[in-house]
């Protein structure tokens, strides 16, 4: 389980399996998030609707986030090739 806090820089800290880490939010638009990590944002909606991507929504009927810290989670977790 991911636990975050603020440092001094107004960064996001979050502390999984561990191990720190810095991110600028925990979470992100569809639109920012297509831009880091190259995919289209058709194709981010697509896996955010079908769960392969984690996903945050304050409000019900609201804007659908990324989970970013959620996402870092998975990567850190993923079995080595």
Known sequence: MAR???DTKSHNAAIIGGMPLMV???WMTQERYAEHTGLSKEAIRLRLDKGVIARYQPVEGGTIFVNVLAEMKKALEAAPY
């Open 4 to 6: 975050t806090s603020k």
């Open 24 to 26: 600028n939010a925990p």
